[in-house]
């Protein structure tokens, strides 16, 4: 199996190009979670979110692609009208305002086929809903429960008198559901005590079912739940492996609770979250990010967590190896991206994910435990291949990272490790351009990947794929060697007026000079049929068997392999300004409206380069100026503005 990266930026854009935030599709979905939020729910390996427009976002779901579970970030069409979320382990449940349910990602997962998406019949009259491991519930307006799906431990069996419910609330194998009176009704699985209500069962308001584990130490599944008092004391009961049950002090003040598998989240009436849980599985999913202020609601997810704030935004922390956290928070001022993949002890595959910020600092995602190497500061360009992360600095050596699982030595730079200009990474092999114009190639040659062939001069760029290489002369040809069982090195003639090149897993891309894309190699896909407008590109991007071209005017062209979405690019295409490609997902950088000074966020800061780039710099803001920036004449100047006037004086 093969997955790469092989775009990569050189100095020059590294240090000038445009600054913006990273949107990503494929099996992992990154969201702007700066604005706009109304409610959130947790999965196991994803997100989301409910804007005030009526329409639902989705993050994460960076899967296996041995289980179709990524169907979970499949939005529902259309994605409008929607009231109320729920997440569950693999699957969601969305409330619309006519009081019916629509539900997606129960494919083939481990628990699609228990019907957790076959919704009742009739789909009418519900005012809540809830979703579990594999089951679901649904709160009707006359206070019922109706509930679907897996029934092993009996946990869609509502007991009677099915009546007097005002909230739901769906764990791993056993339901919740609080009644008017302020009792709890618990029912399904009761290994761990879970649906034990503590005494006195009186006097809640709120209510939250773990989605569970199985526990190897003491070989069963475990589970907890949660209960808010209307005194504002937390009750917790089932399981205490984690220490979950055990209650933060002080315990008053709290106005939401959210249980996840090994931790809780709490919300204070004063805006702040109160972790607790995560004495074991902990990857900072209790450790809420600064500052701990401002939150409204709470979700939490197997080892995630999120947070929703007054301002509409979201703030996601812990577990980040699915992309269920998002992009590293701010998702701002960055210049290039990459995007990887690699094996997991059991030799699944994930995806990893690389920004590179335009302070020289690179966040990274999709992993475990992000580890860019000491000091992350100074670097100039990012590349991503198979189970290795290459970075260049400005001082012109390369730093290499992640290659403990498949060590082919594409790590080990070659001395003398200085000069470099630009790099690429691909299966288990890198490249490294010098600014003499020769090329450094290392790690695994079994197909002749790192053999550059003579003359090794007057390269101006390079490309990795999954066993082969490519070079770009000054002259504007094609230099190629490596694997060509699929004419992956047999550049497409005529071999003139390139660009820019890509490889992929057994294909290649050629940018020309006039805009159009030659593609050649493996066409099992479809990689290397350009759609029939091919021109006006300014940038090419090749994953494992699809491939990707940026327009002039800001939007994105992909085609080729798309069983993980790799290839759809989300809307708006528009105000894309790079793209990188990989194997099971896409990721590009789209300009950040309003962003007048370049620092890829929109502030106050702006007004300063707003009001030189109309008035001059040494005019005073008056009265009148000022007024004049009131575009959208709502009688105040704010960041709206600001895009109206992008839209006309800095078109994409």
């Known amino acids: 199996m093969f997955c790469f990266l092989f775009a990569t930026p050189t100095p020059a854009f ?85 009081g019916s349910i629509v539900a997606w990602g129960c494919g083939t997962g481990p628990f699609g086929y228990d019907g957790a998406c076959d919704l009742p019949v009739p789909n009418t009259g519900f005012v809540a809903v809830a979703a579990g491991r594999g089951h679901s519930l649904g709160l009707k307006a006359d206070s019922s429960i109706i509930a679907w799906g897996h029934n092993g431990f009996g946990q869609t069996e509502v007991p009677t008198p099915n009546i007097g419910f005002i909230s739901v609330a769906a764990g791993g194998r056993h339901s919740l559901g609080l009644k008017a009176d302020g009792s709890i009704i618990a029912w399904g699985d009761n290994t761990s005590g879970e649906t034990n209500v503590p005494a006195p069962n009186a006097g809640f308001v709120a209510i939250s079912a773990s989605p569970g584990n199985y526990n190897h130490n003491v070989k069963r599944f475990v589970s907890h739940s949660l209960g808010l008092k209307a005194d504002g004391s937390v009750v917790a009961w089932g399981d205490n492996s984690y220490g979950q049950t055990n209650l933060p002090v002080p315990n008053a003040g709290f106005t939401a609770v959210a249980a996840g598998v090994v931790h809780n989240l709490g919300l204070k009436s004063d805006g702040s979250i109160v972790a607790w849980g995560c004495s074991a599985f902990d990857f900072g999913q209790c450790n809420v990010p600064a500052p701990n202020t401002g939150f409204v609601a709470v979700a939490a997810g197997r080892w995630h967590s999120l947070g929703l704030k007054k301002d509409g935004s979201v703030v996601a922390w812990g577990d980040n190896l699915y992309g269920q956290s998002n992009v590293p928070a701010p998702n701002t001022g960055v210049v290039a991206v990459a995007a990887g993949a690699f094996s997991d002890d059991f030799g699944g595959l994930h995806s990893w994910s690389l920004g590179l ?111 082969h290489s490519l070079g770009l002369k000054i002259n504007g040809s094609i230099v190629a060697w490596g694997f060509n069982a699929y004419g992956q090195t047999s550049v497409s003639e005529p071999n003139t007026d390139f660009t820019a090149i890509a490889a992929g897993g057994d294909h290649s891309l050629g940018l020309k000079t006039n805009g159009s894309i030659a593609a050649w190699g493996y ?97 005073e803001p008056t009265a009148i100026a000022w007024r004049f920036f009131d575009s959208d004449w709502d009688e105040d100047v704010d960041l709206s503005d600001f895009a109206t006037f992008q839209d006309v004086f800095a078109p994409p």
Not at 43 to 50: A, D, K, M, T
Not at 565 to 583: H, I, K, L
Not at 591 to 607: N, Q
Request: hydrophobic residues 40%; charged residues 15%.
């Open 357 to 467: 910020k335009g302070d020289g600092s690179i966040v990274e995602w999709g992993t475990l435990i992000p580890n860019v190497p000491e000091p992350n500061t100074g670097f100039i360009g990012i590349a991503a291949g198979f189970e290795h992360i290459l970075g260049l600095k400005d001082n012109g050596s390369i730093v290499g990272w992640r290659c403990a699982y498949l060590d082919f030595g594409q790590c080990t730079v070659p001395d003398p490790n200085t000069g470099f200009i630009a790099i690429a990474a691909g299966f288990g092999h890198s490249l490294g351009l010098k600014a003499d114009g020769s090329i450094a190639a290392w790690g695994s040659n079994n197909r002749g990947q790192t053999s550059v062939p003579e003359p090794n001069t007057d390269f101006i760029a390079i490309a990795a794929g999954g066993s």
């Open 523 to 619: 066409n099992e896909s479809g990689q290397t049929n350009v759609p029939a407008s091919n021109g006006e590109f300014i940038a090419i991007a090749a994953g494992r068997a699809y491939s990707v071209g940026l327009k002039a005017d800001g939007s994105i062209i992909a085609w080729g392999d798309n069983y993980f979405g790799q290839t759809d690019v989300p809307e708006p295409n528009t105000g894309f300004v790079a793209v990188a490609a990989s194997y099971l997902h896409t990721l590009a950088i789209r300009k950040v409206t309003g962003d007048f000074d370049g620092d890829g966020h929109p502030s106050l800061d702006d007004y300063e380069a707003f009001f030189a780039r109309f008035h001059g710099p040494d005019t």
């Open 14 to 98: 590294a240090a000038h190009g445009q600054r913006g935030a990273i949107i990503g599709w494929g099996n992992q979905v990154t969201a702007d979670l700066s604005r706009g939020f109304t409610a959130i729910g947790a999965g196991r390996i994803h997100s989301v979110g409910l804007k005030a427009d009526g329409s639902i976002v989705v993050w994460g779901c960076g899967a296996d692609p041995l289980y179709d579970y990524d169907d979970e970030c499949d939005l529902p069409t259309p994605n409008t009208g929607f009231t109320a979320i729920a997440a569950g382990e693999y699957h969601n449940l969305a409330l619309k305002a006519d």
